[in-house]
């Protein structure tokens, strides 16, 4: 996990990125609670990392996640254009933000993990479910 510096004690809140790893030729970043503006620096950075570390299509998991404001779309949105972006097993609130402001359109959802990898025609990696 990616630790930003500052204490999530303080503020009362979790962070935002739970887990990133590779998959195969892809990189998953798994998301949680609600992602907004004062913790997007969080989600930055292992975007960053992952960006780094992989060349493959970036997965979102976003299975944790119970809100999220325009800066993790906005972000999103411009990942996108530096590599192949996914989501995966995305919540309602998550769903209705993606149909509304559009970017259903331009970023793919799928149910789950596996999902992902097969559409995207990815193996996934040795040894994982």
């Known amino acids: 996990m990616v630790n930003s510096g500052h204490m999530f004690d303080d503020f009362g809140q979790t ?3 739970s887990y990133t ?10 998301l949680c609670g609600d992602v907004e503006l004062d913790l997007l ?3 930055e950075a292992a ?5 780094r570390s992989s060349h493959g299509p970036l997965l979102f998991d976003l299975r944790e996640v ?6 993790l779309l906005n972000h999103l949105l411009l990942t996108n254009r530096r590599r192949q972006v996914a989501l995966f097993a995305v919540g309602g ?3 209705r933000l993606l149909e509304v402001t559009g ?8 149910a789950d993990l596996g999902a992902a990898l097969t559409a995207l025609s990815l193996p ?3 040894g994982r479910p």
């Open 15 to 17: 962070p935002p990125v």
């Open 21 to 30: 790893r590779p998959e195969g030729p892809a990189w998953v970043i798994g």
């Open 41 to 43: 620096e969080e989600v």
């Open 47 to 51: 975007t960053e990392q992952a960006l």
């Open 66 to 71: 119970g809100f999220c404001d325009s800066s």
């Open 93 to 95: 609130t998550v769903q």
């Open 103 to 110: 970017a259903a359109q331009i970023l793919p959802t799928y």
């Open 124 to 126: 996934p990696a040795q």
